[in-house]
Structure formats: C-alpha cells, structure tokens
C-alpha cells in the first residue's frame, strides 16, 4: 500500500510540473511534441493532436518534449521554427520554463487550502488566535531524534503523550536523573507504555529522551481563513526550503554538508507511508510539502533543471545571441547524467538504512 500511494503522489507532482509547461507552451504557441509520465519504454501511448501522450515503464520522472527547447536544425531552420521554442521572445521561454514551478507551488496551496479546511493538526501555539476554532487538544510528539532513548523504547512522531501538560511531561524526564521511567501515550486509539532512560547531552545542562513535543490541536477554518492561512504557510514553507538548499550547497563548500540530509525516492515513499498512517490529512500536507520542495529544486541555476535553462535564457538576452546548441545541449545532458548519479547514490544509502533497520 505504501508503494502504490507513493507512485499515485509522485505520478501527481510530475504531471502537474509538467502540465504547467504543457498549457504555457501551448499558450504560446509553441509546438510540444511528447507528454509523458515517466522514462524509458513506453507502457501505452497515444497520440492526439500533434502531441504523443505516453506513459513509461520507469515512473521516477516525466516530461514535456517541447519542440526547440534542445534546440537541433529542424527546430531552429525548418518549417515549423515560428513554432520552436528557440524563436519565441524571451520573456515567453521563461515563462514556459517557469510555469512547472509555479504550477508545483499552486497545487500545494490548493492542497494546504483543503487541509485547512477539512481540520489539521496545528500547534496551539503558533495559532492561538484561532483557539476557539480548534478540538482534540493533546501533547504531540512531533520529533523522535534517530538513535536516542525514546526511539530505542519504541516511541515515535504523532503519537500522543498522556499528561496534564507539556510542562509536566518535560520536567518529569528532567527530574528522572537517568533513573527509568514510565512515558504513557497513545497510538491508533491504544494506549501503552514505555520504559526510557533519560541521558545527558541531547539537551545542555538537562536529562532528556529524544523528542520534541508540543501542544497540538486539530483546526478547521472557514474557506476565507483558511486561503488566508495556506498563504501564509505556502510561503513559509517555501522560503523555509529555499534556506535549507542553500545551506546545504553552501555546506558542500565549506565541508559541512551531510548527505544523511537528503531523501531519495526509497526514503520519501516510507515518509509518504509514515503520513498516510496518520490521516488523510498528513497525507496531503506532506504532498504539498513535496511539491514545494519539488518547485524549489526545479529553480537551482543547474543545467537540466528549469532553474538552468532559465539561466540560459538570461545569459541570452544579455549577450544578444544564442548560445550555440551543442554548448547548451551539452551542459543539460551532463547536469542529467549528474542529477541520475545523485539519485542512485541517494537511494542506495536509503536502501541500506532500510537493511540497517
């Protein structure tokens, strides 16, 4: 079941990203030649129109074969090159190479809007003017750190502590002095118990287990409140992912950057699992998480991506000239080969963390 919601969400993000270059183009009057939904041997396809619609056997990918966005002769001299990308005005090639992005951005909005609406867990915290509005209040685990007391003792994200108060709970682990202790919860409606040592050195000065807690309720707002807020958290999330991307890249100047810090598709699909195990609702805020993570890697300036070819488009209008094709073929296929080796670095290491397990 965890494999199948994972293909039905990535086949999603990939058909909206795609279906975003698909209308824009099309908008534009530029030809597009291929839309596919995955790489490699063609399961079925038909076409319509002048476009080939396919569904490929290798379903990590997709894509949108616009005519004359790898520029080759026929798209730049033949018949058909008022219809190539390479011949429209920039401004309409980046709005082409944007709208993925943008339509990544837009789906997750949507997706947070009828989160919003149909109640989802909030910290009573971070929207305590809305705490008339909200039910089922408890004490969440929202952080179990991997390798620490509570995961040995079998604790985990979303499961409910049993307690008076968040303030009882921290400083009960606290006063505990590494002494074994009895942390009551609740999961899928069944309450059970664990036995955890508290230790040193996870947090200065303190005795504790491994987990972040919070006060959590289940909010549901009105249709205008809750465009209000997905505004709000779409932005948020999206500013959020921008700053850890670029700490990540910055990291990998300097020596600091860790590879455990990035999820492949093995380690996406069990957290897409972990979300569905918790409600509809995880399940498609965790979705729109994606599509924002998505839209914001599709930005980075790097050959193959749209960010690149959008570099590419501005170094164009600045210099006055095309760049030749074989140069900007070229740095596509490579920037692909390295993304591909990426992926396949990254998956191996969540397969193995899977056997580890």
């Known amino acids: 079941m965890t494999v199948i919601i994972f293909l039905i969400v990535l086949a999603l ?18 030809r597009v030649d291929a839309f596919a939904l995955g790489f ?7 076409k319509v129109g002048e ?15 616009i005519f004359g966005e790898n520029p080759y002769d026929e798209s730049i001299n033949g018949p058909d090159r008022n219809r190539s990308f390479v011949h429209k005005p920039k401004w309409q090639q980046i709005i082409v190479l944007f709208a993925g992005i943008f339509f990544n951005f837009l789906f997750a909005w949507l997706f947070i809007v009828i989160a919003f609406s149909s109640g989802v867990p909030a910290s009573t915290s ?12 408890h004490i969440a685990i929202t952080y179990v750190n991997p390798g620490s007391p509570a995961e040995k003792a079998g604790l985990r994200a979303g499961d409910t502590i049993v307690s008076t108060s968040l303030e009882e709970v921290q400083r009960s682990i606290n006063e505990s002095q590494g002494r074994e202790m009895e942390i009551r919860y609740i999961r899928d409606n069944i309450e059970s118990s664990a036995q955890v040592v508290a230790t ?17 309720a289940t909010l549901q707002l009105p249709i205008h409140l809750s465009i209000l807020e997905s505004t709000k958290f779409t932005w948020h999330i999206i500013s959020a992912t921008f700053v850890g991307i670029y700490n990540l890249i910055a990291g990998i100047f300097d020596g600091t950057a860790e590879l455990s810090s990035v999820t492949g598709p093995v380690g996406i699909a069990g957290l897409i699992g ?8 995880y399940l498609i805020m965790f979705t729109a998480i994606i599509s924002i993570n998505l839209g914001v890697l599709n930005l980075i300036p790097f050959p193959a991506l749209d960010g690149g070819r959008i570099l590419f488009v ?6 006055r000239r095309p760049i030749k094709p074989v140069v900007a073929n070229s740095f596509n296929a490579i920037g692909f080969g390295l993304l591909i080796l990426l992926m396949v670095v990254v998956t ?10």
């Open 51 to 65: 476009t080939i619609y396919s569904l490929n056997l290798i379903p990590f990918g997709g894509y949108v074969k």
């Open 348 to 357: 191996y290491r969540d397969i193995a963390n899977l056997f580890v397990r």
């Open 314 to 319: 501005f170094i164009e209008a600045i210099i």
């Open 40 to 46: 490699g041997p063609k399961i079925v396809s038909k």
């Open 274 to 281: 972990d979300a569905a195990k918790l409600g509809f609702t």
């Open 200 to 216: 040193e050195g996870i947090i200065t000065g303190k005795y504790a287990i491994g987990i972040a807690m919070d006060d959590v």
């Open 13 to 30: 993000l990939i058909f909206v990203h795609e279906l975003g270059h698909f209308l824009v183009a099309r908008w534009c009057g530029i």
């Open 126 to 137: 971070s929207y305590s003017q809305y705490t008339d509005q909200m039910t089922d209040k």
